[in-house]
């Protein structure tokens, strides 16, 4: 059975201690992963968490969602499944280059074709 939910609405200043702390009035939080932005390494808003059973996911719900945590409303619901995504085939996207699309044909103003 899930035990993972999904955690969003985090405040950008939470650490993955200050989420864990949160939720183990709940029961016991198995894992924490707080995904970091790679442009600012700074935590994207969102957090999935682990409980080790689903009657204590399902309390942690009750009693956290829409509830205020350092200053905004979280929003929490059971996380799921990750979907399957097609292999990146390096194709895709079109346009740019040369051709008929209208990329670069030579500067014309001086003559040149």
């Given at each position: ?16 201690s200050?989420i ?14 707080l ?18 059973s ?36 390096g ?20 003559g040149?074709?």
């Amino acid at each position: 059975m899930n035990t993972k939910m999904y955690v969003g609405n985090l405040p950008f200043s939470a650490l993955e201690s200050d989420i864990r702390t949160l939720f183990s009035d709940y029961g016991s939080v198995t894992e924490v992963f707080l995904p970091m932005d790679r442009m600012t390494n700074r935590p994207r808003g969102f957090a999935f968490v682990s409980m080790s059973s689903p009657g204590e996911m399902q309390e942690a719900i009750r009693g956290l969602n829409d509830k205020d945590f350092m200053g905004r409303n979280l929003a929490i619901n059971e996380a799921r499944p990750k979907e399957e995504r097609p292999a990146y085939s390096g194709g895709g996207g079109g346009g740019g280059g040369y051709g008929e699309r209208g990329g670069y044909s030579g500067n014309k103003s001086r003559g040149r074709y």
